[in-house]
């Protein structure tokens, strides 16, 4: 079991900028990838950028150009810089690991999130 634990979110106004750090509780870079999702009110959960453990990165076509995800050390194994932040951007933005067993079963981990507010 790995727990993880968002950081950085809170309220921004339009066309700022602010930076998502993931926490874990151990050393995940042996899972096959992390990302970052996000839930607006009402909408279902969206991938917004993941990366896998070879570094390579894919991003939402709505956030190329502004968002850059990262990878850290052990204890922050994952970032997220957001710029030129929009108010549709607002919602809960998670942190996902993903591992697959041997069998190609994959297993799903995510942090409780953190709140994005992009203010107009």
């Known amino acids: 079991q790995v727990q993880l634990v968002e950081s950085g979110g809170g309220l921004v106004q339009a066309g700022g900028s602010l930076r998502l750090s993931c926490a874990a509780s151990?050393?995940?870079?042996?899972?096959?990838?992390m990302g970052w999702y996000r839930q607006a009110p009402g909408k279902q959960r969206e991938l917004v950028a993941n990366?896998?453990?070879?570094?390579?990165?894919n991003y939402a076509n709505s956030v190329k150009g502004r968002f850059t995800i990262s990878r850290g050390n052990a204890k922050f194994p994952m970032y997220m810089q957001m710029t030129s932040l929009k108010p549709e951007e607002t919602a809960v933005y998670y942190c996902?690991?993903?591992?697959?067993?041997?069998?190609?079963?994959?297993?799903?981990?995510w942090g409780q999130g953190t709140q994005v507010t992009v203010s107009s």
């Open positions: 996902n690991a993903r591992r697959t067993d041997y069998a190609g079963i994959y297993y799903d981990y």
């Open positions: 151990r050393s995940i870079f042996s899972f096959n990838g």
């Open positions: 990366i896998t453990s070879s570094g390579s990165t």
